[in-house]
């Protein structure tokens, strides 16, 4: 399986319509793919707070619509990161879109976790309640969205619901990137499972970004790691290790709690 993280820059100066036309033509060379993974709120920045409410899009709004043609025309999965999304008979949310290479709509989440404690994404969002998995013809993916990382619980419960593959797009900081490396290998480890882990580069707000998106094997080896800056990372895996590194090592049969 061939899977791509496109690793954006997010940075001010760039408006919302320009950066959705630029990560719609990433999309579309990424023809030949299985899979492609966009980052947490590349259409705002996960920091630019103030943005979230003026771009706010309803589920089925421009980036939706960019996105499904995007995977139609690449004939790919696409996992498209998350927007703002307005719902209108409620608060905003943090959701994640998922793509089939026909451009239909395979699933939605919206991110559990929010971020800020007592400011940002934790008081401008509402939190979503139900955990998501994709069925795809080669794996069944996880899906979660940066802040949940920390979270193992949300991961138990995406294996038990059937996923082999976990896959986190996240507008993670710079000043915390080794935890966002400890975590994504920690959370393959335990769930024996691949992690793709997509973040971001430039600057959200005056915040730096990791960047240094991630797969992770269910050994916990990286099979590939991005740089600081906007790239493209590509990389081939077999998800049939999943059941073969489970069978090996029956440590999730062992689980009491």
Not at 65 to 91: N, Q, T, Y
Not at 157 to 179: I, K, S, Y
Not at 209 to 235: C, F, K, M, N, R
Request: glycine share 8%; with cysteine; hydrophobic share 45%.
């Amino acid at each position: 399986m061939r899977a791509s993280l496109i690793q954006i820059a997010v940075d001010e100066g760039e408006s919302v319509e320009s950066r959705r036309r630029r990560v719609t033509s990433l999309v579309r060379e990424q023809a030949g793919a299985d899979l492609v993974v966009l980052p947490e709120l590349w259409t705002t920045g996960a920091f630019a707070y103030e943005e979230f409410g003026r771009e706010a899009e309803p589920l089925e709004g421009p980036t939706y619509e960019a996105m499904a043609k995007a995977a139609s025309d690449a004939g790919v999965w696409l996992h498209a990161g998350s927007i703002p999304e307005r719902d209108p008979d409620g608060p905003l949310y943090n959701t994640s879109l998922v793509f089939s290479p026909s451009g239909d709509l395979a699933a939605a989440y919206r991110k559990i976790h929010r971020f800020g404690f007592d400011k940002g994404e934790a008081v401008l969002m509402g939190a979503g309640r139900e955990l998501v998995t994709v069925r795809l013809p080669e794996t069944t993916l996880g899906v979660a969205t940066c802040y949940d990382l920390r979270f193992p619980e949300l991961f138990r419960g995406l294996v038990d619901a059937g996923a082999e593959t976990l896959v986190v797009p996240a507008g993670w900081p710079e000043r915390r990137r080794a935890h966002w490396t400890l975590l994504a290998q920690a959370r393959a480890v335990e769930n024996q499972a691949f992690v793709l882990a997509c973040g971001t580069a430039g600057t959200h707000a005056g915040v730096p970004q990791a960047g240094h998106s991630i797969v992770v094997d269910p050994w916990g080896e990286v099979l590939a790691q991005a740089g600081a800056d906007e790239e493209i990372l590509t990389v081939e895996f077999d998800p049939a290790k999943v059941a073969t590194t489970r069978e090996q090592f029956p440590a999730l049969k062992d689980r009491v709690l």
